[in-house]
């Protein structure tokens, strides 16, 4: 069914699981814009946790939030009903655990159409999960936003115009931002008209947030990076980027080779960039399973052959070597040719530190 598209509108999408200890702050970030033509999309795959009664009581209080139930599919799936269910002019993503700073839909919205973009992308401050670290910082933050207020109640226009925007063609974007490892999804004001009928690729649990923008690069023609910071990413010990391994963390090598295929097929000077990241992905891989007790690594063979087949490949492109990161020089020549003396090594300095 299609839907009306309300001009102005921001649609921000929100997929949650089990976000109880989160879900009231971020969705209090969103109540808080000064830009106040949004709606909230929270997809809720069936959490456990008393989520759905908290966002449930939250948008009694305030009919810009709707909540959807699902049927826990994971959040690309989430993120796309999300897409398909929005009548927002513009589209953000926002993480459960996460929130946003009061201004940042007026401002990129701004940016947006000060620089005439297909999408805008800001920086963000990285925040944890201890709670006596957050309770002083968010006073700190508090007391600097009350300032921050005050001071540009005057005057908006002037204040925006003295954030550092960079605004770049596909080519530079791809070289300067995307393959510099500035592939999340969220902290970006999309057009809705750019993003289409792109959609999250389901079959991916890590790297969707990249893939989505590399499918998104044959829409975009000009793309704004400001250095004002108005996304809060908080360090979630819980997050999946920082748990054991498991086969899905396959996917990080998964996700980076389809978007080396969009890399050299489009964008062919940039290839050394991306054999790079996709040797790194390999190391990366490789060192989660290298934690593991002795009897759990010798489980995944067929995944440490693959990590290291990924980085001789990889590194058998000319330059490639050359875009690696300092120290992994010494690594991917290690693991190339003794992968399970490196996966031993680095295991032993994991449990050192």
């Not at 929100?14 to 200890?21: D, S």
């Not at 793309?223 to 391994?245: C, H, M, Q």
Request: charged share 30%; with cysteine.
């Amino acid at each position: 069914m299609s839907r009306k598209i309300t001009e102005g509108k921001v649609s921000v999408i929100i997929p949650v699981y089990n976000g109880a200890a989160w879900i009231e702050e971020c969705l209090e970030s969103v109540l808080s814009q000064t830009w106040e033509n949004f709606e909230v999309l929270v997809l809720d795959d069936h959490s456990t946790d008393g989520t759905t009664q908290i966002v449930q009581e939250t948008a009694r209080k305030d009919r810009r939030i709707q909540l959807i139930l699902r049927n826990g599919k994971g959040v690309s799936a989430a993120r796309n009903q999300g897409i398909e269910q929005s009548v927002g002019e513009y589209i953000t993503f926002l993480d459960a655990d996460d929130k946003l700073d009061d201004r940042m839909l007026e401002r990129m919205i701004w940016f947006l159409k000060e620089e005439g973009s297909d999408m805008v992308s800001c920086g963000y401050h990285k925040w944890t999960s201890n709670l006596k670290e957050d309770k002083e910082s968010q006073c700190r933050a508090d007391k600097q936003g009350e300032a921050y207020r005050q001071d540009i109640s005057e005057n908006i226009v002037e204040h925006n115009r003295k954030e550092n925007v960079r605004t770049v063609d596909k080519q530079d974007y791809v070289s300067d931002y995307f393959l510099c490892r500035h592939t999340h999804c969220w902290g970006v004001l999309y057009k809705r008209s750019v993003i289409g009928e792109v959609r999250f690729r389901e079959d991916l649990t890590i790297g969707e947030d990249m893939m989505f923008l590399a499918d998104l690069l044959p829409k975009l023609s000009r793309i704004s990076i400001t250095d004002y910071k108005g996304y809060y990413y908080r360090i979630n010990e819980a997050g999946v980027t920082l748990r054991p391994f498991v086969p899905a963390y396959m996917d990080e090598i998964k996700s980076w080779k389809l978007a080396s295929e969009i890399i050299r097929r489009d964008y062919p000077k940039c290839r050394p960039q991306v054999e790079g990241i996709l040797a790194v992905s390999g190391i990366l891989v490789a060192g989660k399973i290298a934690v593991l007790p002795d009897k759990d690594r010798k489980k995944y063979v067929i995944y440490v052959k693959e990590c290291q087949k990924t980085v001789k490949d990889a590194l058998k492109v000319p330059g490639a070597r050359k875009n690696l990161p300092a120290g992994y020089g010494i690594k991917t020549i290690i693991f190339m040719y003794c992968p399970w003396l490196y996966l031993k090594m680095y295991h032993l300095w994991k449990r050192r530190n």
